[in-house]
């Protein structure tokens, strides 16, 4: 089970730090992913990283603004979003990926469970 946390109401240009949190041993050995739903759109692939934290892949859109990054020890996963822009007001959702292709190809994959219950994010321009 996942647990989204850490959104909240920023200014464009701002910065905050997602959370998510795995129970069960398995986290490790999973690769992770975070996605987005805005309003009257649908879901959006983010940010995925490896079970090792050693690959990650990430979206046009906030590619050299967000970072992804994991703790195994401690069973999180991080989205690490700066300069935030109106765009990114959304949902956001961490999510487990269930396939065995490379995180690049997890971007468009359908093979991601285990979803957390997300957690808002607002951006005011």
């Known amino acids: 089970q996942l647990q989204a946390s850490g959104g909240g109401l920023v200014q464009a240009g701002g910065s905050l730090r997602l959370s998510c949190a795995a129970s069960g041993r398995a986290f490790s050995t999973y690769d992770m992913g975070w996605f987005r739903q805005a309003p009257g759109k649908e879901r959006e692939f983010v940010a995925a990283?490896?079970?090792?934290?050693?690959?990650?892949y990430y979206a046009d859109s906030v590619e050299g603004r967000f970072t992804i990054s994991r703790d195994n020890a401690k069973n999180t996963v991080y989205l690490q979003m700066n300069s935030l822009k109106p765009e990114d007001a959304a949902v956001y959702y961490c999510?487990?990926?269930?396939?065995?292709?490379?995180?690049?190809?997890?971007?468009?994959?359908?093979?991601?469970?285990?979803w957390g219950q997300g957690t808002q994010v607002t951006v005011s321009s």
């Open positions: 990283i490896n079970w090792s934290g050693g690959s990650t």
């Open positions: 999510a487990a990926y269930y396939g065995l292709g490379s995180i690049k190809s997890a971007a468009t994959s359908t093979d991601w469970g285990s």
